[in-house]
T-cell receptor
């Protein structure tokens, strides 16, 4: 089966500019996650979607970050305006978990490495 | 915030040796998972151990869980150069509907040929 796809793989922008990342999860996976991974640290959850609804966005800096999941499939994560501390790898993951079936394993995309200068 | 903390932060061993990484966490869990991340890549799920399990094996991997100490260990036997990667533990909380993973800070394993 095809894995989680993300684009772009790399992005360099100046501070105060905007940027968008795209994610296509594994077909049939109801749950989609966006993580931020700063160099040398583990991934930190930004937002979790179940189908096209937000389950948890408590750690998303909503003054500058936004995310949507159109039709419960693809998702985009946007940063506007970017700050230097947003430099990180942004990982998208999906899992099969639905309301009836609890599956905890997550499948990760390759990530987008963002550098803000 | 990081739920799990791995120990050591970095580990360097010779090919063929065993590698042991430890993870401690803070809150009660439903399960604990280990992931591997090769440089510049996404994370790959290795193994999941439930809170009512004490030990689990998968190929050259052995995971133990001690819920009384809130700790887990990952043992990689007969290591290979291809095992060089960062290893993360991640926990799923016992309560709550989100069933989110909370990752530790990782152990960087280097296997020297």
């Amino acid at each position: 089966e095809a894995g989680v796809a993300q684009s772009p793989r790399y992005k360099i922008i100046e501070k105060r500019q905007s940027v968008a990342f795209w994610c296509n999860p594994i077909s049939g996976h109801a749950t989609l996650y966006w993580y931020q991974q700063i160099l040398g640290q583990g991934p930190k959850l930004l937002i979790q979607f179940q189908n096209n609804g937000v389950v948890d966005d408590s750690q998303l800096p909503k003054d500058r970050f936004s995310a949507e999941r159109l039709k419960g499939v693809d998702s985009t994560l946007k940063i506007q305006p970017a700050k230097l501390e947003d430099s990180a790898v942004y990982l998208c993951a999906s899992s099969l978990e639905t309301g009836a079936r609890k599956v905890y394993e997550q499948y990760f995309g390759p990530g987008t490495r963002l550098t803000v200068t | 915030s990081q739920q799990g903390e791995e120990d050591p932060q970095a580990l360097s061993i010779q090919e063929g040796e065993n590698a042991t990484m430890n993870c401690s966490y803070k809150t009660s869990i439903n399960n604990l998972q280990w992931y591997r991340q090769n440089s510049g890549r996404g994370l790959v799920h290795l193994i999941l151990i439930r809170s009512n399990e004490r030990e689990k094996h998968s190929g050259r991997l052995r995971v133990t869980l001690d819920t009384s100490k809130k700790s887990s260990s990952l043992l990689i036997t007969a290591s290979r150069a291809a095992d060089t990667a960062s290893y993360f533990c991640a926990t799923v909380p016992l309560s709550g509907s989100a069933r989110q993973l909370t990752f530790g800070s990782g152990t960087q394993l280097t296997v020297l040929p």
